[in-house]
């Protein structure tokens, strides 16, 4: 039987015959190139059709989502059944015994505000108010004093957070982690020496909500201690978004506090915009200062837009000794009048 024998197949041996044989092949190649993907275009929805009866479409399909779910679990839940996860809270409470009312209109909004006992007057009508309306309310209390509040029939439907001297933001960076409140759409994040006799909380969520505010206070009534004119009522306004003032703020200005400001007693933060401001709170964040003005990093989008003052709902700013604390003499109040910034806002 005689073998078969394959000539050997000699290949160009100079530089030149070899830059020549390439050449030649290039254009073929391009072509059979072009060639395909012509006919993919035309076949490839009824190989598709074909994967999908085959099954195969929808194993890959499949098997991309499975992956997917595993890389954006929680960290520390991958080893747990899925079934079990529990990614969020809330802060309804929860009976010791039994099964918790089914309640349809659950809470999905938070009110949290620094409080001491000698402000129990304003504070007793901001709970009632809130509460009313559906909130969670959370009181963080920097004078240590619990036990005083309940007086109030309220007391037992809000929840007691006591650290002494620390203010609202100490509290907020600690209890308010973007995770524990995700199932709320907007936090309030108030100081308690507020006036809220002209303040609806449904109204203004359907308020903001509807202009797209991410964040947002009240505007202030003419009664209020004021610190920046873009905070006042504008009484023939609904929502406002800047403020005018000779030499200093247009039409055309961009930054606070013309436009995109609000100031740290009364602000009001989308869930979105919360997770934001919460990466900024610095443990040893005590008094907020120069926090307002960099604000519009969280504002989801254009600060010009999406922060604003709420006028058809406002409150009182009364501006009373904040953390308890009681002006000394009138040296002491005069001086905090004429520095706003060194007012300590809990």
């Known amino acids: 039987?005689?073998?078969?024998?394959?000539?050997?197949?000699?290949?160009?041996?100079?530089?030149?015959?070899?830059?020549?044989?390439?050449?030649?092949?290039?254009?073929?190649?391009?072509?059979?190139?072009?060639?395909?993907?012509?006919?993919?275009?035309?076949?490839?929805?009824?190989?598709?059709?074909?994967?999908?009866?085959?099954?195969?479409?929808?194993?890959?399909?499949?098997?991309?989502?499975?992956?997917?779910?595993?890389?954006?679990?929680?960290?520390?839940?991958?080893?747990?059944?899925?079934?079990?996860?529990?990614k969020t809270s809330n802060f309804q409470m929860r009976?010791?015994?039994?099964?918790?009312?089914?309640?349809e209109n659950s809470s999905i909004n938070l009110l949290a505000v620094a409080?001491?006992?000698?402000?129990?007057?304003?504070?007793?009508?901001?709970?009632?108010?809130?509460?009313?309306?559906?909130?969670?309310?959370?009181?963080?209390?920097?004078?240590?004093?619990?036990?005083?509040?309940?007086?109030?029939?309220?007391?037992?439907r809000v929840i007691?957070?006591?650290?002494?001297?620390q203010t609202k933001w100490w509290f907020a960076k600690r209890f308010l982690h973007p995770d524990i409140v995700a199932a709320c759409n907007y936090i309030f994040l108030w100081d308690e020496d507020l006036g809220v006799e002209n303040f609806n909380p449904k109204k203004y969520v359907s308020i903001v909500k509807?202009?797209?505010?991410?964040?947002?206070?009240?505007?202030?009534?003419?009664?209020?201690l004021v610190h920046q004119q873009i905070t006042v009522r504008a009484s023939k306004s609904g929502v406002h978004r800047r403020t005018y003032k000779p030499?200093?703020?247009?039409?055309?200005?961009?930054?606070?506090?013309?436009?995109?400001?609000?100031?740290?007693?009364?602000?009001v933060f989308s869930r979105a915009a919360w997770r934001c401001v919460w990466y900024m709170i610095q443990n040893d964040l005590i008094h907020a200062w120069g926090l307002d003005y960099q604000l519009g990093y969280c504002s989801q989008g254009d600060r010009t837009k999406n922060i604003g003052i709420v006028d058809a709902e406002y409150i009182v700013h009364y501006g009373h000794p904040t953390l308890g604390g009681v002006v000394e003499n009138e040296e002491s109040s005069r001086s905090q009048k004429t520095d706003p910034r060194l007012e300590v806002q809990t």
């Open 95 to 103: 009976p010791l015994w039994g099964f918790p009312k089914n309640d």
């Open 1 to 86: 039987m005689k073998a078969l024998v394959i000539p050997p197949v000699s290949l160009p041996s100079d530089s030149k015959s070899r830059r020549s044989h390439w050449c030649s092949v290039f254009p073929a190649a391009s072509f059979l190139f072009l060639i395909f993907f012509a006919v993919y275009a035309f076949i490839a929805p009824d190989y598709k059709e074909r994967l999908s009866r085959w099954g195969i479409a929808d194993t890959f399909q499949n098997f991309k989502f499975s992956n997917c779910k595993n890389q954006c679990r929680p960290p520390g839940s991958e080893s747990l059944p899925e079934g079990i996860v529990s």
């Open 247 to 267: 030499g200093i703020c247009d039409g055309n200005s961009t930054a606070p506090p013309c436009t995109g400001w609000v100031e740290m007693m009364a602000p």
């Open 160 to 165: 007691h957070v006591s650290a002494r001297n």
């Open 115 to 156: 409080v001491g006992i000698t402000q129990r007057d304003l504070v007793n009508k901001m709970v009632k108010k809130f509460l009313s309306s559906n909130f969670s309310v959370m009181l963080f209390h920097y004078d240590g004093i619990v036990d005083e509040w309940r007086d109030f029939e309220w007391n037992d």
């Open 210 to 224: 509807s202009e797209g505010l991410h964040i947002s206070q009240p505007g202030l009534d003419y009664k209020s």
